[in-house]
């Protein structure tokens, strides 16, 4: 055996060795990568998960912050008298939203939903894989990545959309309105007739079915709120003296314009998460980007909706009207909402102005036909929604006559059942205060309170012993 062949029997048999070796390192490579990109897929579907549950937690407490903006526009357009009451019903009303919501509202409106309405089952909550996997049951944590979101981001998100809607009413009806009565319809408004509505649209019911377009609630909530509004305002009737004889309006001026502009900017900015929000999620480029375009949209058709208001309101009403602007601000943003989802954003100008003219309009119809809303919340929400709806067809995708059916179907049926509420609350317990209270003010004649008392003479204890009706 020559020296030379050994080394050629010992470099063929490594060289067969080396390929092994190379062979199984691209296995071991191959593998790992699968292994990273296995892991990547479920870290990634995990951070989108976070993301998605997060921003509805986000998005909704923007919405509930729009509560404290309803507050602060009422308890300045009303008289001073009428503050206290004013801060009761609302902090009350958003309360009786969420609790009527859990109860009974969101499975009317989401779940088991036929072509009309959901289910009856009472209360909601997490899945029964959340809860597992709260009390560490790892195995449970796939089945809850699949949903995209936590369960109850989900609902907080929807509930506090109910509760805009009941605020509609409130500022309408106030200083006249039994607070009792109001509480009681707001309660069937948002355990009931909201639910019904948001079924037949974003709970996949017979207008959803028609692809029936209104992407965070120009009708869902904002008409169907003025369409309770309108109600009420008709039941209730107007405040004593506001309507003369002669037919002339008599003013009633705000008793705080500061915290009524204060009030439009919190609204403004609940707005971002009312229409962003409305996006439904944030898990990538396309969602970032989508929602970028509908704040600004929804930012460029307040702006519009204000300066045409204030613009127009010299030729409609006389005068140019602070008042008037404000309420065009929110008609633009009302407007805008019903589709923001565009991208050529001339037209969110262009919507939103025409919803600050329409908006102004509607504040001197109902003057002309003696409905008295305090706070013009008709002509904001529910004249300024249905043009949303239907502009919703000259860029963001809307069907006319789909989108005129659900307007109509909206309107019908939430008037219809509002009007006979009031109308069977009116002769079950009255829908106003008394003549003395509402000349005392409902502060003092009911509440005992006064929201501004360094600033006002309190009323004789007499009177309003006599207001409250006792001895």
Same mark, same amino acid.
């Given at each position: ?317 006389? &005068? ?7 309420? @065009?601000?929110? !008609? *633009?943003?009302?407007? +805008?909402? $019903?589709? %923001?989802? #565009? ?88 829908? &106003? ?7 005392? @003010?409902?502060? !003092? *004649?009911?509440?005992? +309170?006064? $929201?501004? %008392?360094? #600033? ?16």
């Amino acid at each position: 055996m020559s020296m030379h062949g050994f080394p050629t029997k010992v470099s063929g048999f490594g060289g067969h060795w080396s390929r092994v070796a190379a062979a199984g390192g691209l296995v071991a490579a191959l593998g790992f990568l699968w292994l990273s990109t296995a892991a990547d897929a479920a870290v990634d579907k995990e951070v989108q998960f976070v993301l998605n549950t997060f921003s509805f937690l986000i998005w909704g407490a923007l919405v509930m912050w729009m509560c404290a903006g309803f507050t602060m526009l009422e308890s300045g357009m009303v008289r001073t008298k009428n503050v206290s009451m004013i801060c009761l019903k609302n902090i009350g009303l958003y309360s009786i939203a969420g609790l009527m919501y859990f109860f009974i509202g969101y499975n009317l409106m989401y779940v088991d939903v036929g072509s009309f309405i959901g289910t009856f089952t009472g209360l909601y909550g997490p899945t029964a894989n959340e809860v597992a996997l709260l009390a560490g049951q790892e195995e449970a944590r796939e089945a809850v990545l699949k949903n995209n979101y936590a369960t109850m981001s989900d609902w907080f998100f929807q509930m506090v959309f109910v509760a805009t809607t009941a605020s509609i009413v409130s500022g309408t009806l106030a200083e006249r309105v039994r607070l009792w009565t109001f509480f009681l319809f707001i309660a069937i408004l948002t355990g009931i007739i909201y639910p019904i509505v948001g079924a037949w649209t974003w709970g996949a019911g017979w207008l959803g079915a028609m692809e029936f377009k209104d992407f965070a609630g120009s009708t869902i909530v904002h008409s169907t709120g003025g369409w309770a509004a309108l109600a009420g305002a008709i039941v209730v009737g107007p405040r004593r003296g506001k309507f003369r004889p002669d037919g002339s309006v008599k003013t009633t001026p705000p008793s705080n314009i500061p915290i009524v502009t204060l009030g439009i900017f919190i609204l403004w900015f609940g707005w971002f998460g009312f229409n962003g929000g409305s996006q439904l999620a944030l898990s990538g480029a396309t969602d970032a980007i989508a929602i970028s375009h509908i704040l600004v949209n929804t930012n460029l058709a307040g702006a519009a909706g204000f300066i045409v208001a204030l613009v127009v309101a010299r030729p409609i009403l006389g &005068r140019i009207d602070l008042l008037a602007g404000l309420n @065009g601000a929110l !008609a *633009g943003l009302v407007s +805008i909402t $019903a589709g %923001p989802d #565009f991208t050529t954003h001339i037209w969110a100008v262009i919507i939103g102005g025409v919803g600050g003219a329409i908006c102004v309009g509607g504040m001197r119809l109902l003057d002309e036909l003696k409905v008295d809303d305090v706070v013009g919340a008709v002509p904001v929400h529910l004249f300024a929604g249905i043009w949303g709806t239907l502009a919703t067809c000259i860029v963001a995708g809307g069907n006319f006559g789909v989108q005129l059916l659900g307007v109509v179907g909206v309107g019908v049926f939430v008037f219809v059942v509002s009007y006979a509420l009031w109308m069977a609350l009116k002769h079950l317990m009255g829908v &106003r205060v008394s003549h003395a209270v509402e000349e005392l @003010g409902q502060d !003092a *004649g009911e509440l005992g +309170i006064e $929201a501004y %008392p360094e #600033f006002m003479l309190m009323p004789d204890p007499d009177d309003v012993a006599a207001a409250r009706g006792e001895d």
